[in-house]
């Protein structure tokens, strides 16, 4: 008796595992995603897009629309790569966090102690910047424009300028790029301004310390143990063939624009799909665990996606109930989801989840839209996020259904 109960107990868990890998699906029978995705499509102009919506860590829905390639009608689709723009800074945080790990860097070491040349601000000659001001954007450091977005960006090719000769000439005095206008008038730590320089700067640090270029460190540490066998930084190290085309909508008229690389490419080089940074998003989800392999220390992920922004630890220009800061990691959206998203020519990403980290959306689009039209991407977003919400609301009713069979002996319709 009690082996038939246990034989009967059994298969209706097998049948509530089936079931919930089944709800997706019909689910998404009664959705208007596709109908929402491609109307906004068709409005803007947007060429293509990819999207993955994650649930429990896990991927329940996948897709793509439009097109990698509007001149040869190649669809954009989950495996297709682009770059991802600042979404690539969580890369680097986790590298600087494996780098934590190893015990080559801290958190809190004056940055000097690294560089083979010094880095002052002239405003605050006396405090020292550190990784952690780095990583929350705290450093002091800012990007000055339009020096700074002018000469980034090599059509064509990737960057030929050495990362650690462009940013000696932007921060010593004497630097062919340097200027009083590259630092704030803030101590380290007390003010906030978003830093891609200082993204690449933190980016360096690691290659310095432990003697292996990002894209070399980043492969060995986290593309690979990750499955992410179509990742790279350069566009001289991924399958150009499944690289998307980049788009820029200028008024009503979509152009297309070279590829690009980028000096410097730890604040925004990574060229990934949506299939492998799913991938990636889970491991962070997960606290360093994938395929229930633990591949970072856990207290160092942890670490990485702690708000920064407590205590006596508060920017002076932030509210951290609508902004906190992980390392290379914000609130977004107003304090209401976690990661991160970016904006290059050609290319809009997302990577965020709620703030329990039970649902979330890897979005990319191959287009630039107008700054009155960006708004569209937030649209997508949030009806991306609001399908993964009605699936794993879906869930749990089948599970408590066939959980209440379980208990009570009844099967599934007898319990309606």
Known sequence: MNKIFHLATGFLLLLLNYSYAQ?????????????????????????????????????????????????????????????????????????????????????????????????????????????????????????????YTDSLYTNGRDAELPLGEFLKNYFVPGGKYYSKENFLNHQPGTYREY????????????????????????????????????????????????????????????KQIPLYGCVTYPDGGVRTSVDDLSNFFI?????????????????????????????????????????????????????????HNGSDPGVRTFMLSDLNREVAVILFSNTSLSEKEEDVFFNLYDALYAMGLRIKNAGHSQKNTLNHSVLTGKSVNQSK
């Open 283 to 339: 491991f962070l989800l997960q606290n360093g665990s994938y395929k229930r392999k633990q591949l970072f220390r856990e207290k160092d992920i942890k670490e990485m996606l702690r708000f920064q922004f407590t205590g006596d630890h508060i920017p002076e220009n932030i509210n951290p109930d609508t902004l906190n800061s992980g390392i290379f990691w914000a609130t977004k959206m107003g304090g209401k989801r976690i990661g």
């Open 23 to 147: 709800i997706p699906g019909a689910d998404l029978r009664n959705d208007n995603i596709d109908s929402i995705i491609t109307e906004e499509i068709a409005r803007t102009g947007i060429a293509g897009l990819g999207a993955a919506v994650i649930v429990d860590r896990k991927v329940v829905w996948k897709k793509g629309y439009g097109f990698a390639d509007r001149e040869k009608h190649i669809p954009f689709s989950p495996s297709t790569l682009m770059n991802i723009a600042s979404v690539s800074k969580t890369i680097t945080g986790a590298c600087i966090m494996k780098a934590v790990e190893q015990g080559k860097v801290s958190l809190d070491e004056d940055i000097n102690t690294y560089l083979p040349f010094k880095i002052v601000n002239p405003y605050d000659p006396d405090s020292k910047i550190t990784l952690r001001h780095l990583a929350t954007h705290t450093s002091g450091l800012t990007d000055r424009y339009p020096f």
């Open 195 to 254: 830093s891609n320089i200082g993204a690449g700067l933190a980016g360096y640090i690691v290659e310095l310390r432990t003697g292996m270029k990002l894209n070399q460190y980043s492969r060995k540490h986290i593309f690979k143990p990750l499955g992410m066998s179509h990742t790279g930084w350069f566009l001289s190290e991924v399958d150009l063939k499944n690289h998307t085309k980049l788009y820029s909508k200028d008024s009503n008229t979509l």
